[in-house]
Each structure stands twice: as C-alpha cells, then as structure tokens.
C-alpha cells in the first residue's frame, strides 16, 4: 500500500548562499553567484568559457578527522548539507541507527579533485610516489563516496542509493528515497546530490560547444535561459539534501511539514545520450502528473531544467507548452548559480521550498529578450507574489535521462 | 634512529596527522584513539617517509598485528636492524 510522504528538512549550499535567508535574500535581490573561472594550474587555461558558478564563501566544517579521512571536498559538502538536516530533524539515535532511515546520495563524478592527484601520481613515473597512493583515495573519488560518508559519519545502517547519472542524480536521489518510503521499504531517506568545483566537467562542455563563452568579462550576465542571447550553460558547484519521512509518523512527531512529494517520474529518451528529446521530455512530465494525480491547470509552478542551451531550452518550452500550455509560471533558476551538475535537482527542489513558504516566484535572470521559440510559455520576469499550492520541478541529463517531482506545499497538507 | 628518536616522530604524526589526543605507550590504539585499517595504511606511508626506504608487501602485512605504540616501535626498530644486515 502506497504512504504519503513528506519533505520535513532541507539545507543547500549554493553559488548564492549556505543559510536559509541569505539564499532567499539572494533569489529576492537577483543575486548572481557566477564568477570568473578559476586557475587549476591543469586545464582552465585551454577552457574557452571563463565563469563558473562558485561557492566563494567559507563553509564551516566541525568534523572529527575519524570522518574526514575519507572524505573529498565533495563528501564534505554532503556530509555538511546532511549534518544540517538531521539537526534540525531531532531523530533519535535508535531510529538513525535502526535500518528504517536510508540515504539517497550521489554525484557526478566522486571527487574529480582527488581522482586528479591519483591520475598526477600514475603518470609521475616515479615508484615512490606510486606508493604514496593514499589508501583513502578511492573511498573519496568513489562515486558513492557522499552516500557512504553520510552512512558513516552519522551512523546511518538503512539502505544506500547512490545513482550517479549526471545532471538527474540528485532528483532521482529525491524520487527514489520518495518510492523508497512511499512503497514502505524506509521509514526516512536523507535524500541530494552535491558536486565539487571541478574544471574537467567544464572542459567536457565546453569541448562540446555547450558553454557560455560570450559573457567572460560579465559572468553575472550568464547563464540566460529562454533568453535570445543565451549561448550555454555555465557550469557551478554545491549541494543540497532534504529529508523525505512517511507523513504519519512526521505528523506524530510533530515535525514541519515543508511540502509532501506527490509525484515522480523518470525516463530515458532511449536514443541520442546528448541532444535533449521532446517526446522523451514529454512523457516525463505526464508521467510525473499521473502519479501525482494532477490535471496540468492544478500545477501552479514549474522550476524549469532550464540550462540556457541553444536546443535545451527550446525543446523543454515546447514541452511544457504541450503538457500545461501556458498557465503555470515558469522560473529557470540555473540562472542565479548556473548547472550544479548533481545537486541541481536537490538545490532547485530546496530553492522551491524556500519560495512556497514565503509565497514568492523568483524571475529568471538575464531574461531581457525571450526566444520566440521559447514564448509560448508564461516566464516569470520579474519578482512575483503569490501563494504556490504544487510545483513541479524539471531536470533532464546526458545520457537522455529526464526527471520530474511534483511537490506540494507544506501549508496545503493535511 | 634509537628508539626515544623514534617514538618522538610517531607520537609527534599520531597527534598531528591523527588527531589523537594524550596517546599513551600501551593504549589499545583501535579502542582508545579509533585508530582502523585505513589509519594503519596512512601510518605506514608516514613511516616509510620518516625513514626514507620503501618497506615491502610482507613487511606491511606484519604491521597488521600492531596494536600500542610501543608495537609500532619494535617494528620500526626491526626495519631498521633488517635494511642495517
């Protein structure tokens, strides 16, 4: 039998901010959290796009070296992000422990920072420094590393979900901790994504022609989803977790209803692994309101993938304009911090959070001419009030993988 | 090295790079100080660094039965009596 589940925790840390109110401050002011790129001494020099969507505010890390032996900067974040919810939760140490709490958790790559230092290593020629290899290198550059420094770090002994499918990771983290409660497998999932700062995926995209390379000299003026300038994504780094508890026992323990996770779907395109694909897109998004129940008119919000792409965003307007029309707003918010890679999907669920509990719509950014193959849909272009009962929240990857989670505002749960 | 020399630069990595806190010559370094397979690894690659020669496969399979510091001096003192002969 299928139990309704809810999101009773969250914490991001994002190009524009780590606390709650200074990212909400940041969404309100139209904050950018884009800057120049930054030298790694490796392969930023050959990288033709010269921003990166940075966190360049110091993160407090209060952890025993017990935990951090294994951990890159990556796991880090997710430990950071994780320790946060679960403060904030109040679960007792029996439930933590009692295999009931499981985690869903990954990211892009490990740690590209410490798979770096390895591949610096083997290609050194030198034997010494072969068998300096540290024997933690593979525990941070794995790419479960998050999930099971979460596990480890907090005691945590329920089952572990690490996909790792680029830019879907952690909103499949969110819709497979959601199935994983709602079918009664966990009673709780710690559910994210996070990515490093990590000039390589840069490279990747940037080699691809996917790249915002026009605006260097203005990062605060890329990304620009749905905008007629836009030319690429700009890649970015951070993290975000939520915790997903089955509703009755949140409701028993007095917990904060946040939103409940109505729907999920995720799908493959079954074809090309990088050109985005409206029939694939498509399905997601009915998917998605079939499982939530929903007709298109009842959605009130959609967080748009969104990545500022020449083809991306157009694919993705007609499919939202197929699917809902244009009566849902439509907000794009990769253009405040650019492509969190594998947090994106967590860190924009989170940022939905944040706007439905003070009933505000963040506008797209760098939106001064729309597309007029993006116009048939309603963009949010400037700061909007209103009370927002379901969003949606878009996210689509390489290797054709697309996503979507439909929440439910926390006010509206009974 | 003789053996005070030794136990200088051990106790000095294991409070640095360890984080152990007041270590004591006969503590059971796993129940007192955490200390797991994965430290064991890290410490031998600091030991080879300290005494500047590599120590061989058997020679770390040896150092899984250490559990106090003072194992770990007898086994860095008969390291040094072997590469000495």
Known sequence: MARRVVITACSAITPIGYAKDDIIAGLEQGKSGVKPLRDDGLLSEYIHSRVFGTVDYPVNYDFKRLYRKTMGPVAFYACRVSKDILATAGLSPEFISSGRLGVAFSSTHGSPTVQRDIYKTFYSKSKAEFSSIGAVDYLKSMVHTTAVNITRMFGITGRVIASSTACTTSSQSVGFGYEAVKYGMQDAMICGGADEYDTTTVAVFDNLLACSTAYNDR???????????????????????????????????????????????????????????????????????????????????????????????????????????????????????????????????????????????????????????????????????????????????????????????????? | MKRDEIQTEIVKILEESFEFENPGLDDNLRDVHGFDSIDAIELLGEIEKMLGFAISREEKQQAMEIRTINDILDYIEALIVERNK
């Open chain 1, 219 to 414: 990062p605060e003026c890329t990304p620009r989803p749905f905008d007629a300038d836009r030319d690429g994504l700009v890649v970015g780094e951070g993290a975000g977790a939520v915790l997903l508890e089955e509703y009755e026992a949140a409701k028993k323990r007095g917990a904060p209803i946040l939103a409940e996770v109505i729907g999920f779907s995720c799908n493959n395109n079954g074809g090309d692994l990088i050109l985005p694909n409206l029939e694939g897109i498509t399905s997601t998004l009915k998917f998605a309101l079939a499982d939530a129940g929903l007709h298109p008119a009842e959605v009130d919000l959609i967080s748009a993938h969104a990545t500022a792409t020449k083809m991306g965003d157009v694919i993705e307007a007609q499919a939202i304009a197929g699917v809902y029309g244009d009566s849902p707003l439509i907000t794009a918010l990769k253009s405040y911090m650019g492509h969190t890679m594998g947090s994106c999907g967590a860190i924009e669920l989170i940022l939905n959070l944040y706007m439905m509990e003070k009933g505000f719509v963040a506008p797209i950014l760098n939106l001064d001419n729309v597309d007029k193959r993006c116009a048939m849909i309603r963009h949010v272009r400037e700061l909007t009030e209103t009370d927002i009962k379901i969003a949606a929240i878009q996210n689509f990857a390489f290797g054709g993988v697309n996503t979507c989670l439909i929440i439910r505002n926390g006010s509206e749960v009974d």
